[in-house]
């Protein structure tokens, strides 16, 4: 099992083995997939909801440092299919 994001799994997480030394077996793969879900978690999906994840903290980061726009202020940013940042803007209520 993955130690992180607590901490930073190590070779007795990972099972770090050696060409015709070690007998890989089907704990090495689960660790390693235990460790990419951990890592995957932690950055978040595309508009993740999730608020320990790097994608919702930086996207909240990014909604506030744009100035309000005309007494609207930013509710969503993301990025088209045509690489463009594209700005959401309330409608101006509380």
């Known amino acids: 099992m993955s130690n992180f994001p607590k901490n930073i799994d190590t070779d007795a997480e990972l099972y770090k083995v050696a060409d015709d030394t070690d007998e890989v077996i089907a704990a090495h793969h689960n660790a390693l997939a235990e460790a990419v879900k951990a890592i995957e978690e932690k950055l978040g999906v595309d508009g993740s909801?999730?608020?320990?994840?790097?994608?919702?903290?930086l996207k909240q980061l990014a909604i506030k440092s744009v100035p309000a726009q005309g007494g609207q202020r930013v509710v969503n940013m993301?990025?088209?299919?045509?690489?463009?940042?594209?700005?959401?803007?309330d409608d101006g209520g509380d």
């Open 49 to 57: 909801a999730i608020v320990e994840s790097f994608d919702y903290i």
């Open 78 to 89: 993301f990025v088209n299919a045509d690489g463009k940042l594209h700005v959401d803007y």
